[in-house]
């Protein structure tokens, strides 16, 4: 079993930035590939970003693409999500997720084994 936190969610101004953690203490996520996703108030669980798959690309939605970066630091055990020009429809409850998912289940809630419980991004001018 591993156990998931994820911090750095709060209240930020259209525009501005955000970065995001996701450790697992006590566990190595060096095996796992580790994925963001988002959920809004009504709308279902999506897809933002993974950091790398198999030590290949990098892979984000296009709704993000170009404004958000997945990192890891491995020494750390932590994944992490920068958010950039933050938009209010990036608002949500941000979920980081590991696994081993195959390259057609990547972006799937399906792919995941393991989850965090979300921490709550809000984006307003």
């Known amino acids: 079993q591993v156990h998931l936190e994820e911090s750095g969610g709060k209240w930020v101004q259209t525009g501005g930035s955000l970065r995001l953690s996701c450790a697992a203490p006590?566990?190595?996520?060096?095996?796992?590939?580790v994925s963001w996703f988002r959920q809004a108030p009504g709308q279902e669980r999506e897809f933002v970003g993974t950091?790398?798959?198999?030590?290949?690309?990098?892979y984000y939605s296009d709704s993000v693409k170009g404004r958000f970066t997945v990192s890891r630091d491995n020494a750390q055990n932590t994944v992490y999500l920068q958010m950039n020009n933050l938009k209010p429809d990036d608002t949500a409850v941000y979920f980081c997720?590991?696994?081993?998912?195959?390259?057609?289940?990547?972006?799937?809630?399906?792919?995941?084994?393991?989850w965090g419980q979300g921490t709550q991004v809000t984006v307003s001018s």
């Open positions: 997720a590991a696994g081993n998912p195959i390259l057609s289940s990547l972006r799937t809630i399906a792919g995941y084994r393991y």
């Open positions: 006590g566990n190595s996520l060096n095996s796992y590939t």
């Open positions: 950091g790398t798959w198999r030590g290949r690309n990098i």
